[in-house]
Protein backbone atom coordinates (compact mmCIF):
# COMPACT_ATOMS: atom_id res chain seq x y z
CA UNK A 1 0.00 0.00 0.00
CA UNK A 2 1.18 3.72 -0.72
CA UNK A 3 2.15 5.82 2.49
CA UNK A 4 0.21 8.22 3.90
CA UNK A 5 3.22 10.48 4.43
CA UNK A 6 5.86 9.46 2.11
CA UNK A 7 9.71 9.54 2.55
CA UNK A 8 11.82 12.18 1.23
CA UNK A 9 15.43 13.21 1.78
CA UNK A 10 16.17 15.58 5.31
CA UNK A 11 17.07 19.27 4.59
CA UNK A 12 20.85 18.27 6.23
CA UNK A 13 20.87 15.12 3.86
CA UNK A 14 20.08 17.30 0.94
CA UNK A 15 22.86 20.17 2.17
CA UNK A 16 25.51 17.20 2.96
CA UNK A 17 25.19 16.22 -0.63
CA UNK A 18 25.74 19.56 -2.14
CA UNK A 19 28.97 20.58 0.34
CA UNK A 20 30.66 16.97 -0.88
CA UNK A 21 30.66 17.69 -4.54
CA UNK A 22 31.96 21.42 -3.76
CA UNK A 23 34.01 21.52 -0.76
CA UNK A 24 36.54 18.82 0.72
CA UNK A 25 34.73 17.89 3.86
CA UNK A 26 36.51 17.03 6.91
CA UNK A 27 37.28 13.53 8.04
CA UNK A 28 34.55 13.42 10.61
CA UNK A 29 32.02 15.77 8.12
CA UNK A 30 32.61 13.24 5.61
CA UNK A 31 31.80 10.19 8.28
CA UNK A 32 29.14 12.21 9.15
CA UNK A 33 27.55 12.35 5.48
CA UNK A 34 28.38 9.03 4.81
CA UNK A 35 26.29 7.50 7.87
CA UNK A 36 23.57 10.33 6.69
CA UNK A 37 23.48 8.66 3.36
CA UNK A 38 23.28 5.16 4.91
CA UNK A 39 20.86 5.59 7.17
CA UNK A 40 18.54 7.22 4.41
CA UNK A 41 19.34 4.14 2.58
CA UNK A 42 18.34 1.61 5.30
CA UNK A 43 14.60 3.64 5.98
CA UNK A 44 14.10 3.15 2.16
CA UNK A 45 14.78 -0.30 2.57
CA UNK A 46 12.54 -0.70 5.56
CA UNK A 47 9.60 1.50 3.39
CA UNK A 48 9.52 -1.71 0.73
CA UNK A 49 8.62 -3.77 3.82
CA UNK A 50 6.13 -1.42 5.01
CA UNK A 51 4.78 -0.89 1.36
CA UNK A 52 3.83 -4.44 1.08
CA UNK A 53 1.40 -4.76 3.92
CA UNK A 54 -1.88 -5.51 3.08
CA UNK A 55 -3.61 -5.08 6.75
CA UNK A 56 -5.74 -2.15 6.87
CA UNK A 57 -3.17 1.04 8.58
CA UNK A 58 -1.76 3.98 7.84
CA UNK A 59 2.27 4.25 6.85
CA UNK A 60 3.39 7.66 8.24
CA UNK A 61 7.56 8.36 7.79
CA UNK A 62 9.72 10.43 8.89
CA UNK A 63 7.89 12.13 10.85
CA UNK A 64 9.84 15.09 13.36
CA UNK A 65 7.60 16.05 16.03
CA UNK A 66 7.77 17.78 19.09
CA UNK A 67 5.99 17.73 22.83
CA UNK A 68 6.64 20.31 25.62
CA UNK A 69 9.78 21.65 23.85
CA UNK A 70 11.27 18.32 23.70
CA UNK A 71 12.01 17.59 19.92
CA UNK A 72 11.76 13.65 18.97
CA UNK A 73 11.94 11.76 15.26
CA UNK A 74 10.20 8.94 13.94
CA UNK A 75 11.29 7.25 10.83
CA UNK A 76 8.37 4.91 10.23
CA UNK A 77 5.26 4.18 11.90
CA UNK A 78 1.98 2.43 10.90
CA UNK A 79 -1.46 3.46 12.30
CA UNK A 80 -3.46 0.77 13.49
CA UNK A 81 -6.92 0.21 14.77
CA UNK A 82 -5.78 0.26 18.67
CA UNK A 83 -2.22 0.82 18.05
CA UNK A 84 0.28 3.07 16.95
CA UNK A 85 3.77 0.98 16.13
CA UNK A 86 6.96 3.41 15.23
CA UNK A 87 10.37 2.07 14.08
CA UNK A 88 13.60 3.27 15.09
CA UNK A 89 15.44 1.98 11.52
CA UNK A 90 19.31 1.16 12.17
CA UNK A 91 21.43 -0.07 8.91
CA UNK A 92 24.35 -0.69 11.00
CA UNK A 93 26.86 -3.17 9.63
CA UNK A 94 29.28 -5.49 11.27
CA UNK A 95 29.30 -7.79 13.92
CA UNK A 96 28.78 -6.42 17.66
CA UNK A 97 28.26 -7.63 21.44
CA UNK A 98 25.57 -6.09 23.36
CA UNK A 99 25.99 -3.64 26.01
CA UNK A 100 24.14 -1.63 28.44
CA UNK A 101 24.92 1.80 26.78
CA UNK A 102 27.51 0.58 23.38
CA UNK A 103 26.99 -2.25 20.81
CA UNK A 104 31.05 -3.14 21.18
CA UNK A 105 33.43 -4.91 19.01
CA UNK A 106 37.15 -5.98 19.40
CA UNK A 107 38.26 -3.04 17.63
CA UNK A 108 36.92 -0.62 19.69
CA UNK A 109 34.39 0.80 17.15
CA UNK A 110 31.36 0.56 19.22
CA UNK A 111 28.29 2.28 18.30
CA UNK A 112 25.46 3.58 20.78
CA UNK A 113 22.92 1.52 22.13
CA UNK A 114 19.37 2.78 20.52
CA UNK A 115 17.41 1.68 23.02
CA UNK A 116 17.00 4.65 25.40
CA UNK A 117 16.45 7.03 22.35
CA UNK A 118 13.73 4.61 21.30
CA UNK A 119 12.15 4.49 24.87
CA UNK A 120 12.71 8.32 25.09
CA UNK A 121 10.65 8.58 21.67
CA UNK A 122 7.95 6.55 22.58
CA UNK A 123 7.33 8.44 25.75
CA UNK A 124 7.27 11.42 23.84
CA UNK A 125 4.72 10.23 21.33
CA UNK A 126 1.96 8.39 23.34
CA UNK A 127 2.18 11.72 25.61
CA UNK A 128 1.83 13.81 22.04
CA UNK A 129 -1.67 11.29 21.25
CA UNK A 130 -2.80 11.28 24.59
CA UNK A 131 -2.98 15.64 24.73
CA UNK A 132 -4.16 15.33 21.02
CA UNK A 133 -7.43 12.97 23.06
CA UNK A 134 -6.26 9.37 21.16
CA UNK A 135 -6.28 6.43 23.15
CA UNK A 136 -3.79 4.56 21.01
CA UNK A 137 -1.37 2.20 22.64
CA UNK A 138 1.95 2.97 21.53
CA UNK A 139 4.06 0.01 20.52
CA UNK A 140 8.13 0.64 19.82
CA UNK A 141 10.68 -1.64 18.11
CA UNK A 142 14.55 -0.81 16.66
CA UNK A 143 14.60 -2.52 13.01
CA UNK A 144 18.17 -3.56 12.08
CA UNK A 145 17.16 -3.38 8.05
CA UNK A 146 20.81 -4.20 6.83
CA UNK A 147 21.50 -8.37 6.67
CA UNK A 148 25.84 -8.05 7.43
CA UNK A 149 24.55 -6.48 10.64
CA UNK A 150 24.89 -9.22 13.95
CA UNK A 151 24.72 -8.55 17.25
CA UNK A 152 25.34 -11.18 19.75
CA UNK A 153 24.24 -11.52 23.83
CA UNK A 154 21.13 -9.90 22.96
CA UNK A 155 18.24 -9.68 25.59
CA UNK A 156 15.49 -11.86 24.48
CA UNK A 157 13.11 -9.43 25.80
CA UNK A 158 14.44 -6.08 24.28
CA UNK A 159 12.77 -4.72 21.46
CA UNK A 160 14.99 -5.05 18.96
CA UNK A 161 14.15 -6.79 15.26
CA UNK A 162 17.14 -8.52 13.97
CA UNK A 163 17.33 -9.25 10.45
CA UNK A 164 17.02 -12.93 10.60
CA UNK A 165 13.63 -11.96 12.50
CA UNK A 166 12.65 -9.13 10.20
CA UNK A 167 10.43 -11.19 7.35
CA UNK A 168 8.78 -13.53 10.03
CA UNK A 169 8.06 -9.88 12.29
CA UNK A 170 6.87 -8.51 8.74
CA UNK A 171 4.13 -10.98 8.37
CA UNK A 172 2.92 -10.95 12.04
CA UNK A 173 2.39 -7.25 11.42
CA UNK A 174 0.48 -7.68 8.27
CA UNK A 175 -1.96 -10.33 10.41
CA UNK A 176 -2.87 -7.94 13.00
CA UNK A 177 -6.70 -6.82 13.02
CA UNK A 178 -7.38 -3.57 12.47
CA UNK A 179 -9.79 -1.28 10.66
CA UNK A 180 -9.78 2.34 10.36
CA UNK A 181 -12.19 4.96 10.67
CA UNK A 182 -12.38 8.64 9.80
CA UNK A 183 -10.60 9.45 13.71
CA UNK A 184 -8.03 7.34 12.49
CA UNK A 185 -7.90 9.62 9.17
CA UNK A 186 -7.88 12.57 11.57
CA UNK A 187 -5.15 11.61 13.71
CA UNK A 188 -2.96 11.12 11.12
CA UNK A 189 -3.56 14.35 9.32
CA UNK A 190 -2.69 16.09 12.62
CA UNK A 191 0.44 14.60 13.24
CA UNK A 192 1.56 15.30 9.53
CA UNK A 193 0.73 19.11 10.09
CA UNK A 194 2.32 18.82 13.25
CA UNK A 195 5.61 17.85 11.37
CA UNK A 196 8.58 20.02 11.35
CA UNK A 197 10.34 20.66 7.97
CA UNK A 198 13.35 22.04 9.51
CA UNK A 199 14.67 20.42 11.89
CA UNK A 200 15.60 22.09 15.82
CA UNK A 201 19.29 21.21 15.56
CA UNK A 202 21.09 21.38 12.30
CA UNK A 203 24.65 20.29 12.70
CA UNK A 204 26.23 21.23 9.48
CA UNK A 205 30.15 21.90 7.96
CA UNK A 206 31.07 25.56 8.13
CA UNK A 207 31.33 26.89 5.11
CA UNK A 208 30.66 30.04 2.68
CA UNK A 209 29.88 31.43 -1.13
CA UNK A 210 33.51 31.96 -1.29
CA UNK A 211 34.62 29.28 -0.16
CA UNK A 212 32.03 26.57 -2.23
CA UNK A 213 33.34 25.36 -5.66
CA UNK A 214 31.20 27.04 -8.53
CA UNK A 215 29.73 25.65 -11.35
CA UNK A 216 26.88 23.29 -12.72
CA UNK A 217 27.27 19.57 -11.84
CA UNK A 218 26.03 16.52 -13.75
CA UNK A 219 22.77 15.39 -12.70
CA UNK A 220 23.88 12.00 -13.02
CA UNK A 221 27.44 11.81 -11.64
CA UNK A 222 27.89 14.96 -10.12
CA UNK A 223 30.94 15.61 -11.99
CA UNK A 224 31.75 19.52 -12.77
CA UNK A 225 33.37 17.96 -16.50
CA UNK A 226 30.04 19.82 -18.57
CA UNK A 227 29.82 21.76 -21.44
CA UNK A 228 26.88 23.18 -23.10
CA UNK A 229 25.78 21.98 -26.67
CA UNK A 230 22.65 23.90 -27.80
CA UNK A 231 19.68 23.98 -25.06
CA UNK A 232 21.38 20.84 -23.38
CA UNK A 233 23.98 20.47 -20.59
CA UNK A 234 26.40 17.62 -21.86
CA UNK A 235 28.17 15.27 -19.54
CA UNK A 236 31.88 14.88 -20.56
CA UNK A 237 32.61 11.77 -17.33
CA UNK A 238 29.64 9.58 -18.26
CA UNK A 239 27.22 11.28 -21.10
CA UNK A 240 24.62 12.58 -19.24
CA UNK A 241 22.34 15.05 -20.84
CA UNK A 242 20.35 17.78 -19.49
CA UNK A 243 18.43 20.55 -20.51
CA UNK A 244 20.06 23.66 -19.69
CA UNK A 245 17.17 25.14 -18.31
CA UNK A 246 17.00 22.37 -16.03
CA UNK A 247 19.94 22.34 -14.78
CA UNK A 248 20.16 25.87 -14.32
CA UNK A 249 17.44 25.72 -12.18
CA UNK A 250 18.41 22.56 -10.22
CA UNK A 251 21.32 24.74 -9.27
CA UNK A 252 19.17 27.44 -8.11
CA UNK A 253 17.19 25.05 -5.98
CA UNK A 254 20.71 24.28 -4.76
CA UNK A 255 21.91 27.97 -4.26
CA UNK A 256 18.50 28.18 -2.05
CA UNK A 257 18.99 25.65 0.34
CA UNK A 258 22.96 26.76 0.96
CA UNK A 259 21.85 30.32 1.16
CA UNK A 260 17.93 31.23 2.23
CA UNK A 261 19.06 34.54 3.61
CA UNK A 262 20.70 35.38 -0.18
CA UNK A 263 18.58 37.20 -2.76
CA UNK A 264 18.50 35.45 -6.23
CA UNK A 265 19.68 37.39 -8.40
CA UNK A 266 20.82 37.55 -12.30
CA UNK A 267 24.27 37.81 -11.69
CA UNK A 268 24.55 35.74 -8.86
CA UNK A 269 23.37 32.84 -10.41
CA UNK A 270 25.29 33.78 -13.63
CA UNK A 271 28.78 32.88 -11.09
CA UNK A 272 27.32 30.40 -9.18
CA UNK A 273 26.27 28.33 -12.58
CA UNK A 274 30.07 28.98 -13.92
CA UNK A 275 29.31 27.08 -17.41
CA UNK A 276 26.77 29.18 -18.85
CA UNK A 277 28.59 31.89 -20.65
CA UNK A 278 25.22 34.54 -21.28
CA UNK A 279 23.75 36.20 -18.51
CA UNK A 280 20.78 37.00 -20.22
CA UNK A 281 20.53 33.24 -21.04
CA UNK A 282 19.99 33.05 -17.18
CA UNK A 283 17.82 35.87 -16.86
CA UNK A 284 15.46 34.26 -19.34
CA UNK A 285 15.38 30.63 -17.08
CA UNK A 286 14.90 32.60 -14.36
CA UNK A 287 12.30 34.97 -15.58
CA UNK A 288 10.14 31.99 -17.05
CA UNK A 289 10.53 29.66 -13.65
CA UNK A 290 10.27 32.55 -10.91
CA UNK A 291 8.92 35.76 -10.02
CA UNK A 292 10.96 39.28 -10.44
CA UNK A 293 10.52 41.50 -7.69
CA UNK A 294 12.23 45.34 -8.02
CA UNK A 295 13.42 46.90 -11.19
CA UNK A 296 16.69 46.96 -12.90
CA UNK A 297 19.89 46.29 -10.68
CA UNK A 298 17.76 45.90 -7.83
CA UNK A 299 15.29 43.23 -9.35
CA UNK A 300 15.76 39.50 -8.01
CA UNK A 301 13.66 36.78 -8.03
CA UNK A 302 11.70 34.42 -5.59
Known amino acids: MPPYKARSES ?105 DQLKRSKLLLSNLLQSLGSKLTVEAYVIFINPQFTLYQTPPDLPFILPTKLDSFMKKIDQKPSLLNKSHVNLADKLISLHQTVPPKIQLPNYSYETLKKGVTCCNCDSFSVTIVGKKLICGKCGGEELVTVAVMRNVEEFKLLFPERKITTNVIHEWCGVVDSRKRISRVLGKNLKITGLGQWAFYK
Request: charge should be negative; charged fraction near 30%.
Open 11 to 115: LILKVLRILNKRMKLTEDDQRYYQNQEKGFQGEVQFDVLTEKLQCSCHILNDLQLEHNKSSFQLDSSLLFQETYSLFDVKNFEGEYVYGDEYFKTPSGRDIQNPL
